[in-house]
């Protein structure tokens, strides 16, 4: 198995997840950008409508489109953003030489998760944290670290 097999392995289930929580999301802001195009106020706000969505980025993305159209370009959105992490993740690991990763797995801890696994000289701590919020979507940050092992 190599080690993008690997990692797309560990992953699985926090990008299922993700994938899931970021359409509802998105179904959930499109659906209160609606509401308030279609309210009783005289003039809608372009600042207030990008509240609405979370940001400019995601007003784009709602402004205009099908509900269909839109869980589209979400879930490419998605994906890249888990292809990134991906190659930062193995971008590390093969700063340091590492080429083959033994199987891990991700264990949640509070507000992410945590993946630990010894390879040669190395201990490899992989540390995903989890934010998200009533108008920000769901996200993640992920953290390598690649030290000697002792």
Same mark, same amino acid.
């Given at each position: %198995?190599? %080690?993008?097999?690997?990692? +797309?392995?560990? *992953?699985?289930?926090?990008?299922?997840?993700? %994938?899931?929580?970021?359409?509802?999301?998105?179904?959930?802001?499109? =659906?209160?950008?609606?509401?308030?195009?279609? /309210?009783?106020?005289?003039? $809608? /706000?372009?600042?207030?409508?990008?509240?609405? $969505?979370? /940001?400019?980025?995601?007003? =784009? @993305? *709602? /402004?205009?489109?099908?509900?269909? +159209?839109?869980?589209? %370009? @979400?879930?490419?959105? #998605?994906?890249?953003?888990?292809?990134?992490?991906?190659?930062?993740?193995?971008?590390?690991?093969?700063?340091?030489?590492? &080429?083959?990763?033994?199987?891990?797995? +991700? @264990?949640?801890?509070?507000?992410? *998760?945590?993946?630990?696994?010894? #390879?040669? +000289?190395? *201990?490899?701590?992989?540390?995903?944290? @989890?934010?998200?919020? $009533?108008?920000?979507?769901?996200? &993640?940050? &992920?953290?390598?670290?690649?030290?000697?092992?002792?």
């Amino acid at each position: %198995m190599t %080690m993008q097999d690997q990692i +797309n392995k560990a *992953f699985a289930d926090i990008d299922a997840q993700t %994938m899931a929580d970021t359409l509802a999301w998105a179904e959930g802001r499109n =659906d209160a950008l609606d509401a308030y195009i279609k /309210s009783d106020e005289k003039y $809608c /706000s372009y600042h207030a409508a990008m509240n609405i $969505c979370g /940001s400019k980025k995601w007003y =784009d @993305v *709602f /402004s205009g489109r099908s509900l269909k +159209n839109i869980k589209i %370009m @979400v879930a490419k959105i #998605v994906e890249d953003n888990i292809a990134k992490r991906n190659a930062r993740i193995e971008k590390a690991l093969t700063k340091k030489g590492i &080429t083959e990763i033994p199987e891990f797995a +991700n @264990v949640f801890r509070g507000n992410g *998760f945590e993946g630990s696994f010894k #390879v040669g +000289n190395y *201990f490899v701590e992989i540390n995903t944290i @989890v934010a998200e919020g $009533c108008i920000q979507s769901r996200h &993640t940050r &992920t953290l390598v670290k690649v030290r000697e092992a002792a």
